[in-house]
């Protein structure tokens, strides 16, 4: 099956700091998804991409989906505390059928 | 909006058991799914539904079964627990025309098998 390589694994950084992570595929995905997890709960959706090319911000955070289709970004700019958590991608191959392909995440750790 | 509800919270099985995984979504959504998530890993699929009555294996089906007699409900079943299915098991649902940006997800199940 695809395989979604997500990194960096994991990454402290300090209160304010801006955060970048990034998703590469062996596959061609239609649709490239970033989700939050926070500890005991299910993921939420933050940005959903659907055209190669498309940058698309919700906030502070701005994904791009890469012009090939097999790549995707999320930028995080001056985090603060509640940014804390896993941070998923997800690619899917079309709507609806057949369920996403989860990257491994990056777990975001933030200093005071 | 109850959107996905998913129960137990928590669970400890011994080896050779078998329980339920109860999922229910109050959205009228016609895909569910099931997920796994091992500590350090992404989501991997179990089991999804496109409607009531139909299932189909996702990535890694192997000692799971499902069933899906209503729209609302997709449970999970583990007929002999491994240890192997210790796990969070999260239960999912989308819209027809949305897709993967539709997804909503329930809080998760906490499974461990000893």
């Known amino acids: 099956g695809q395989q979604l390589n997500q990194s960096p694994q994991s990454m402290f950084i300090q209160e304010g700091e801006d955060v970048s992570m990034n998703c590469t595929s062996s596959s061609i995905f239609n649709t490239w998804l970033w989700y939050k997890q926070d500890p005991g709960e299910g993921p939420v959706l933050l940005i959903a991409l659907y055209k190669a090319g498309e940058l698309t911000s919700n906030g502070r955070l701005t994904a791009q989906f890469g012009i090939t289709r097999k790549d995707s970004f999320l930028n995080i700019s001056a985090s603060i505390p509640s940014d804390v958590g896993i941070y998923f991608c997800?690619?899917?191959?079309?709507?609806?059928?057949?369920?996403?392909?989860f990257g491994k995440g990056t777990h975001l750790i933030i200093q005071p | 909006n109850a959107g996905v509800t998913q129960t137990p919270k928590f669970r400890i099985l011994k080896i050779g058991q078998s329980m339920t995984l109860q999922c229910t979504q109050d959205?009228?959504?016609?895909?569910m799914y099931w997920y796994r998530q091992d500590p350090g890993m992404g989501l991997k699929l179990i089991y999804y539904?496109?409607?009531?009555?139909?299932?189909d294996k996702g990535e890694v089906p192997n000692g799971y079964n499902v069933s899906r007699s209503t729209t609302e409900d997709f449970p999970l079943r583990l007929e002999l627990a491994a240890p192997s299915q210790t796990s969070v098991y999260f239960c999912?649902?989308?819209?027809?025309?949305?897709?993967?940006?539709?997804?909503?997800f329930g809080s998760g199940t906490r499974l461990t098998v000893v």
């Open positions: 997800a690619g899917q191959l079309r709507g609806g059928a057949d369920g996403l392909t």
């Open positions: 959205m009228n959504h016609n895909y």
């Open positions: 539904s496109v409607g009531a009555g139909i299932t």
């Open positions: 999912a649902s989308s819209s027809l025309r949305t897709g993967g940006d539709g997804y909503t």
